[in-house]
């Protein structure tokens, strides 16, 4: 086997001399947090991101100009669990130094808005003296790990949360930064909840052990990473066989928990290279779905993944930020060439990816038997903001549910909650409580209002040109109105975010709105309903008030010529752009309502050679038709 050898070193962006300089993480991060401005500086904002905050600005709270500077925490939350010990801590954070609200997000964390300067030592010291930890949850290092959200006891789904805090701990930061800063030097009074049931030593000598292939820096602060950390951010997610719930393909590293017939653990399926982020009008930036790397037995599985992060820690763009995630790297190599170089840090050859049922997206709301006797119950979250709002007071309904019945939580990957171990007799008392604080079940809720997911984009996030969370409410609304007027009956899956870096994964969806301007979107189509194919841009810039005109022709299209059961996202993709468009423009805006020019169905076999022979003459199918049938109907016209 041969040894990995990193490229050599060229121009490096600004970030990794940045981190180099910053000693593992404390400069210039400890000084600025001393002064007495209300703000630290963008150099700061980068180390800051290391420790699990952003800098954000209100937009709509600035003064004469002046920004509204406040901070973000997210916690480092493995497979998306959290005791309702720590919920009732943070819950009271939010209301005494945050904005009264909390943010469950996309990778299954609470996120918590609105903290000013002076309190963030409060802030940060108070979540890790009651055993929670905001390290790795933002910055250019593994970040939160997402698992399958189902409190399921059964083998495969216990593994695949074992494994999720196994994974977090063996690649989380070890610099002393974060007691130094957060703790004036001292131990965390409490250990992170998620290490009780791991072998800590074990981990920590796992994460300096080297064989010989330079995977690790033993001596090192930062055994794993380095002084440079890794070149971007970095994406892990486990689940079970059949169970998409985490858009497993968009993970830098995907993992299957494999077992065998009695639920005994085997081994592990690993994908690599999805990624969703990408930067409008940049063709070098684009989303990605993972590969298939290959299998790796039980006992392996941390040697191969250390041996994937370090193919990216030392073969990844670190001079191109754009181009620094881990996608880049596998989509420039090819996974031939990727799955070598994995392997010279393995020190082995990796075995050939197993066999896998079809995919579902499951997002396991309503509910539910853990197989324990006790019940889970999935809650839906519009765009994962807990807050009180009018007569839905999910908020207090939360807060009582855990102060009453010491439920623990778990955050899914799709901004949804879990409350879990609920005993049966207990159901009618939690669903009763829910009700009187306007809280509705997710039966009760549109399936399209379900699975539709949005950033937080406005007013906070410093990266949105447009809205998102408080938006796609209406949107989802105002689709629904259009497929009733249709008389469609049709579930779709929506995602909306306010800029393309693709937070809520809208790449993904059947129909993704990717913010371009202000009150304007990207529009994207052709998802898979399991969130295994990506979408494709359609149209680069569609005002809001354009929607309706922009999807009534392509629902009308869908309804005329859709297969049995085929979804809307699945027809986009098999009819695809030239098709759609042409349905677009073929839409007669007659009063009243909207009438479709006459259409013609053939048969699926028919219509596969239609768009071949299409293509191959550079026209889309229906004018190709349209020739034919002229030219048919001109010649046989006697």
Known sequence: MVKAVAASDKKLSKVEYLKVDSNQLRFPLSEELANDEIFITENAVQIMKFHGSYQQDNREERKSGAKSY??????????????????????????????????????????????????????????????????????????????????????????????????????????????????DGEQAATMEYWKRDLDMEEIKRKMREDNGTGVSFPDKEEPIYGERYLPRKFKMGITVPGDNSIDIYTQDIGIVVICDGKENL?????????????????????????????????????????????TQRDHGNRE????????????????????????????????????????????????????????????????GRIKDAGEMRLKTALRKIVDSFNFDFVVSPNQNVILTGIDPSKVTAVETLLAEHGVVLPGKISRNRVVAMACPAFPLCGLAVTEAERHMPSVVTRVEALLEKMNLNLDVTMRMTGCPNGCARPYMAEIGFVGSAPMAYQLWLGGAPNQTRLAFPFIEKMNDSDMESTLEPLFVFYKESHRSGESFGDFCHRMGTAELKEAIENYSSAEPGRVPKPRISLNPSTMEELKLMAERRGMTAGKLADEILSLYLRDNSS
């Open 320 to 383: 191109v930020r754009m181009n620094a995630r881990m996608k880049y790297l596998v989509q420039k190599v090819g996974i031939e060439q990727f799955r070598k170089l994995v392997e010279g840090y393995f020190g082995e050859q990796i075995e050939e990816f197993r066999p896998l049922p079809e995919w579902s997206y499951m997002d396991w709301l309503g509910w539910h038997e853990q197989g324990d006797g006790k019940m889970f119950l999935g809650l839906f979250i519009e765009n």
């Open 70 to 183: 406040q901070f973000m925490l997210r916690l480092k939350m493995p497979a998306g669990e959290m005791p309702a010990s720590m919920y009732r801590v943070l819950d009271d954070l939010s209301d005494e130094y945050g904005n009264q609200t909390l943010r469950a997000t996309t990778r299954s964390a609470w996120q918590l808005h609105g903290v000013l300067k002076g309190n963030l030592k409060t802030v940060f010291s108070t979540i890790m003296n009651n055993g929670g930890g905001t390290l790795g949850a933002c910055g250019d290092l593994n970040r939160n790990i997402v698992a399958t959200p189902a409190p399921k006891v059964s083998a495969p789904y216990a593994y695949a949360r074992y494994y999720s805090r196994y994974l977090a701990e063996l690649f989380a930061p070890q610099t002393g930064a974060f007691g130094e800063i957060w703790l």
């Open 266 to 310: 085997e081994g592990f399926n690993v994908m690599v290279g999805g990624g969703m982020g990408r930067t409008h009008r940049k063709e070098s930036t684009f989303p990605r779905i993972g590969d298939h790397l290959g299998y790796v037995t039980k006992d392996k599985l941390p040697d191969l993944i250390k041996a994937i992060v370090a």
